[in-house]
């Protein structure tokens, strides 16, 4: 499809409309087997008033940096503990890491999107808000296809499961003892040890049967969202913790509920309850203490005081705010190695009602696990991940065929939609996954306040770092240590 045909599915839009009115060219829509894709425009915030005293008096108690739900969260409960809040937000929509939208009339989260009852702090603002979760709806039982070096395998959730589970049984043996309390990451004494490891320094090590450590490798790049050898295996061993220790609860609980009304519908719900001000599109350049407060200056060379500061923006583009005085060196050496997190995430519509479909690729697929989303006659979107923008150009009709093919041998897609989260400049990257050593180097020095600057990010949590968990975790810590430092 060229860039002047418009979608099928209505909306509007042509696909270099589609890509402009993210204001950040990093969203790609691409329509193939003569399909096409639209999507909505993005929730335009309203400015509010500028409040605060003048002369020597600071424009506001706390700015917060960034709109994610670490931001969000943190301005709420400064404004809700009677505090003055201002929200700078580079992007001209809410939201960070997480980017709920609508293509061919159905919604699509493009960034982070599953939750679950173990994520305690996301569980809790659900329930604040009388939210709902949903899941796929099947009425049969899904259909298992993954792909081995000796070619693609089909076969029942049995058939899956036995192989799955037997080789995390080996991965895993010491995942509880490593995170014995899984939100309190440095409790155990042998985390240290552990956490010199990579992925792929334990899968290598095993010495599994190869559709064992096949099926691990798909799920692991999937999860890691990078190369086994970048992604530390302290990760993947705090993930399975975290629910409970069991494969099927690691599973559930990162790829199979979501919000109803989508991730749009609770940070909506957050910002309304802590009433800050907010301005989109503002990026922010500079960040300096003086005296008793912090001044933010604005890319537009505006400079706004403040008695502190909240910073919420991910790890990846930490670095390229300037600090005065810097910001510590542990800090500084965590932004210029960045974490692991690179990958890619799709919305697909294939022809046809497939009903569920659980596919697995290992390492280097481009694409390493697909699911359905919805099924019906008209067709079935599966959600797809792979491990790296390099490996697949989500502009490139035919590589995305091909990789669901590889799958889904014959599969059809008619369109594919998905957000170049790496190529964002106030992302650089998508969900938090460590690399090797960087959990007990870095942990505590990221959430460590200096002087009247805070730091709130899903990137340095304890729990569910880089989860909607851990961004809430992040703002509520923050703005306790905020409440706290401003008396």
């Known amino acids: ?107 699509v989260e493009l960034g982070g999107a599953f939750v679950h009852w173990t994520q305690p702090h996301v569980w809790a603002e659900i329930t604040r808000y009388g939210l709902e979760i949903d899941e796929p709806a099947l009425t049969a039982p899904p259909r298992n296809a993954w792909v081995t070096s000796g070619g693609l395998r089909e076969g029942s959730l049995d ?124 990026p922010v350049k500079a960040v300096r203490q003086q005296g008793e407060g912090v001044v933010v200056t604005t890319e537009e060379g505006e400079a706004i005081s403040a008695r502190a500061v909240v910073v919420s923006i991910p790890l990846n583009v930490l670095g390229r705010l300037e600090f005065s005085p810097p910001l510590s060196p542990e800090k500084r050496a965590a932004a210029a190695e960045g974490h692991a997190g690179s990958g890619v995430k799709l919305h697909i519509k294939v022809k046809g009602p497939l009903g569920g479909v659980n596919g697995l690729a290992p390492w280097p697929a481009p694409l390493t696990s697909l699911m359905t989303e919805f099924s019906d006659t008209d067709g079935t979107v599966l959600t797809a991940f792979g491990p790296s923008g390099k490996l697949l150009d989500i502009n490139d009709d035919e590589a995305i065929q091909s990789a669901v093919r590889r799958m889904l041998p014959g599969a059809e897609v008619e369109w594919a939609v998905g957000y170049d989260w790496n190529s964002d400049p106030y992302a650089r990257g998508t969900w938090c996954v460590y690399r090797p050593g960087q959990l007990t180097r870095y942990l505590r020095e990221l959430q460590r306040p200096e002087g009247r600057v805070f730091f709130a990010s899903a990137d340095s949590a304890n729990g569910c770092r880089g989860f909607i968990d851990g961004a809430i975790e992040g703002g509520l810590r923050a703005s306790r240590e905020v409440v706290r430092a401003l008396g």
């Open 1 to 107: 499809m060229s860039d002047e045909e418009r979608g099928s599915s209505g909306g509007g839009f042509t696909r270099r409309e589609f890509v402009r009115s993210t204001g950040l060219g990093a969203l790609v829509a691409t329509g193939l087997a003569g399909g096409g894709a639209a999507l909505g425009e993005e929730r335009k915030a309203e400015k509010q008033p500028r409040a605060g005293g003048s002369g020597s008096s600071p424009d506001y108690d706390a700015i917060v940096l960034g709109a994610g739900f670490a931001g969000a969260t943190a301005a709420r409960e400064l404004g809700t503990s009677g505090l003055r809040v201002l929200v700078l937000e580079a992007r001209p929509r809410i939201g960070g890491r997480t980017f709920t939208s609508e293509v061919g009339g159905h919604q």
């Open 159 to 282: 058939d899956f499961s036995l192989l799955a589970f037997r080789a995390a049984g080996a991965f895993f043996f010491d995942a509880m003892q490593v995170f014995p309390r899984p939100h309190d990451p440095l409790f155990a004494p042998g985390v240290a040890k552990v956490d010199r490891l990579s992925v792929a320094d334990r899968l290598e090590r095993l010495g599994l049967p190869e559709d064992q450590r096949d099926i691990l490798g798909a799920i692991f790049a999937t999860s890691c969202h990078s190369a086994l050898s970048e992604a530390g295996l302290i990760e993947m061993l705090r993930w399975y913790a975290l629910p409970g220790g069991s494969l099927q609860g690691y599973i559930d609980s990162v790829g199979r509920y979501w919000i109803r009304g989508g991730t749009k519908a609770l940070i909506e719900g957050i910002l309304a309850d802590g009433r800050p001000e907010i301005r989109l599109s503002t």
